[in-house]
């Protein structure tokens, strides 16, 4: 495989190659990166198992033929974002679905998640691709595959291009597409997508009606899609925004911040400063590729807080429905979804409305494919929200994933409306608490060393599906949820039935109190996490049990002998 793809390398890959010392040579050759529900997304350099202009080629061929199999005369559409070479790798996807005879779609300038999966319905494509890494840092890039419902494709549906990625050998299909003539004509759009994406964003305000004077949002793009989406929408609706234009520049190196990710509070430096300086009620970061957002707010003691994925989508919610309720714009048959590693609130909440809520493995593309099977239900239940954990919401379907500019328009208007009632979200948080409970969820992510690292994750998970712990705060355990082994066990019944959702090595343990924890391991890297929740009556035993849950775990991840 290296003599024969050397033989393909331009000047400076070869260089680069040749720089690689034993170890970083062998990670770069020694499988074909994985192709799965994510599509692909990994380091870029020289390599099989590296993203660059060959494995990048063979995952279109793949995802291509796919498309052939399944639609007639399928049309594709391509964006991406601000990453080094996300431009080269749309154009070489773009090159290869024409190629293979399929019409292919353009935008002129980097864009949103979002957006690519608008315009992959808006434009009745048979599938999309995304060029992006979302949060990683500056030397991963990925390649995210859409469905026609523009919602990323879930395993049922890989299988397919799983087959043909395979089969296929990298250095031949690259050869034989290079050689190959265009089929049919790439298209570059004009900006009618990105218009009616605007307009139908704009749409989804509730009360648009709020005096907006005085109130001030400092928001940061994270050197990513998010800026002109972003401030159209939030300017046109009348908001006074002010961009960190320090980050504000497509840059792949993301070099004037700390991290291009909303859940870290190092994206948040240079926006708390420039609050400070204005005085701003509220601070907005989404990510490079603008699927997922993280606020910081201006609280009661006057300093900037932070708050988590399941805090600020569980305001979201309350504030939706409540207001929802009082426009008489909820219908009776109402559901909301969000991911089974997410916080209980959701749940609490949408019940106290007369919501559903429907419970999806992690990944918003199970989230996407929810909505459209409720769509092709004779009666099926009316979409309200969806969203996950990790800081990505959906507010309305014309969107099929995480929706950073939906979500940032409505945090905007959330706060306003609170502030319209001299209440910061730190009170409006407690009253959510006092309302349904004191939920706190919270998370212990875990990466091994490479060397004998995937073994010592796989003992942790199979420590836990045979010696749970089995009570805690005097609390027992009442049900395992198994999602490898497809069972979810009611202990104090003991019942046991089929799980029926696509199998993940995840397992759930709930406990009699309410409170739970999940264990999911990466699958591809030495990495894992434990996700877990408590819930009290009140903030004082709230904060005794998650200290002890917390101490539990720990406890039992030192106790493993390895």
């Not at 260089?15 to 040579?25: I, K, M, N, R, V």
């Not at 800081?391 to 208007?413: H, M, S, T």
Request: glycine fraction near 4%; charged fraction near 25%.
């Amino acid at each position: 495989m290296l003599k024969r793809l050397r033989k393909l390398l331009t000047e400076a890959e070869k260089t680069e190659l040749d720089s690689y010392p034993l170890q970083a040579l062998q990670e770069a050759f020694h499988q074909k990166i994985e192709f799965g529900t994510a599509g692909m997304r990994g380091v870029m350099g020289v390599g099989p198992n590296r993203i660059n202009r060959f494995t990048i080629t063979l995952a279109s061929y793949a995802f291509g033929k796919q498309l052939l199999k399944k639609h007639a005369a399928p049309k594709m559409v391509i964006a991406h974002d601000n990453r080094h070479l996300s431009k080269e790798f749309t154009s070489i996807s773009a090159t290869v679905f024409a190629k293979l005879g399929i019409k292919t779609y353009v935008f002129k300038t980097l864009e949103p998640t979002p957006l690519l999966s608008y315009a992959v319905r808006f434009l009745k494509c048979a599938g999309g691709v995304m060029i992006t890494a979302s949060h990683n840092t500056k030397e991963y890039n990925g390649y995210k595959v859409y469905d026609a419902t523009g919602s990323q494709i879930i395993p049922k549906d890989l299988t397919s291009i799983l087959k043909i990625y395979t089969k296929a050998d990298l250095i031949t299909t690259y050869k034989k597409l290079d050689l190959m003539p265009l089929k049919t004509e790439i298209i570059t759009l004009n900006d009618e997508v990105e218009a009616s994406y605007i307009e139908a964003v704009k749409a989804i305000a509730i009360n648009k009606n709020l005096d907006k004077k005085g109130f001030k949002i400092v928001y940061t793009p994270l050197h990513g899609t998010g800026l002109v989406p972003v401030m159209r929408v939030l300017q046109e609706s009348n908001y006074q925004v002010f961009p960190v234009l320090s980050q504000t520049s497509v840059d792949p190196n993301f070099s004037k911040t700390e991290s291009p990710n909303p859940e870290s509070p190092k994206a948040f430096i240079e926006a708390i400063k420039y609050a400070k300086e204005l005085d701003a009620d509220l601070i907005l970061a989404s990510d490079p590729d603008a699927d997922r957002v993280g606020l910081a707010y201006k609280g009661q003691d006057q300093e900037y807080h932070l708050l988590t994925g399941n805090e600020s989508a569980s305001l979201l919610l309350e504030y939706i429905l409540k207001a929802y309720q009082e426009q008489k714009l909820l219908p009776p048959n109402s559901v909301m979804f969000n991911s089974v590693v997410t916080s209980r609130i959701g749940k609490a909440i949408a019940t106290a409305y007369g919501v559903k809520n429907k419970v999806s493995l992690t990944g918003f593309k199970y989230i996407g494919t929810a909505i459209h099977k409720e769509e092709l239900k004779p009666h099926g239940a009316h979409f309200v929200f969806g969203y996950e954990e990790s800081y990505g919401c959906l507010i309305k379907p014309f969107v099929r994933d995480k929706d950073a500019v939906q979500a940032i328009l409505l945090y905007a208007e959330m706060t306003l409306y609170y502030l319209k009632q001299n209440k910061r979200l730190d009170a409006a948080l407690e009253e959510l608490y006092q309302k349904y409970h004191y939920y706190q969820a919270d998370q212990i992510s875990l990466t091994a060393p490479s060397d004998g690292g995937q073994e010592y994750i796989n003992h942790l998970i199979t420590s836990f599906r045979s010696k749970p712990i089995k009570v805690f705060d005097k609390a027992p355990l009442v049900q395992i949820d198994d999602y490898l082994l497809q069972t979810t066990t009611k202990l104090l019944k003991e019942q046991s039935k089929s799980l029926k959702t696509d199998p993940q090595n995840m397992i759930i343990y709930t406990y009699q109190d309410k409170s739970w924890l999940a264990i999911r391991p990466s699958g591809t890297e030495p990495k894992c996490k434990i996700y877990y929740e408590v819930v009290a009556k009140t903030r004082s035993i709230m904060l005794r049990k998650q200290k002890l849950l917390k101490a539990a775990i720990e406890d039992y991840i030192k106790s493993l002998a390895f």
